[in-house]
């Protein structure tokens, strides 16, 4: 094996204790995000099909260079990082496919203030969230309040309602008047 093709994962931990980020010195799913809470629907994403059949697996979130893992509480990330990180190097070595790409739905014509906001996220707010593991995607803006999908890591952290209310709230307020508040909802 050439040494350029050498994959190396290191784990990471996230503000989200029941949640590790595994990162690769390559991308893995770029300019996109895919996000499991649940063992349904994973036939659009053959890497966490495989990993939910790990007992311990609750959730799995993929995103650029890194997979967010979510165990079950009764587990000890100790004993379960070294298989982890084996799969995740190994899985990328053997180039299987991440997801069943399907055709997506072309853009629709959107407002200045949507632009702006969704701008705004992809800017200031979403390097923040992927650094600790998860992501945040725009989902709506009706009536001056914002809806955001949290993922990852993001979904079910105990500093995650502080950091959408804190963090991002005040943030899209003081650049985006029409902004009155911002809701989460899980992905």
Same mark, same amino acid.
């Given at each position: ?13 996230t ?64 004993? =379960?990082?070294?298989? +982890? @990180?084996?799969? %995740?190097? /190994?899985?990328?070595?053997? &180039? ?30 979403k ?40 963090? =991002?709230?005040?943030? +899209? @307020?003081?650049? %985006?008047? /029409?902004?009155?508040?911002? &809701?989460?909802e899980?992905?």
């Amino acid at each position: 094996m050439e040494l350029a093709n050498v994959i190396t994962v290191y784990s990471e931990k996230t503000p989200n204790p029941e949640s590790m980020k595994f990162v690769a010195n390559r991308m893995i799913l770029p300019n996109d995000s895919i996000d499991f809470r649940v063992k349904e629907n994973l036939e659009t994403c053959p890497m966490a099909e495989e990993l939910f059949r790990y007992d311990f697996i609750k959730g799995v979130f993929i995103m650029n260079n890194f997979v967010s893992i979510t165990k079950k509480e009764d587990y000890d990330w100790f004993d =379960i990082i070294p298989q +982890l @990180k084996k799969f %995740v190097q /190994e899985y990328l070595e053997t &180039e299987k496919p991440i997801v069943v790409v399907k055709d997506k739905l072309s853009d629709e014509e959107e407002s200045e203030v949507v632009t702006k906001i969704k701008q705004l996220l992809e800017d200031h707010v979403k390097p923040a969230v992927e650094m600790d593991g998860g992501a945040i995607d725009f989902k709506s803006f009706e009536s001056g309040v914002v809806t955001v999908t949290m993922k990852g890591s993001c979904s079910g952290c105990p500093s995650s309602t502080l950091t959408l209310k804190a963090g =991002i709230e005040n943030l +899209l @307020k003081r650049m %985006v008047p /029409e902004v009155e508040s911002v &809701e989460a909802e899980a992905a």
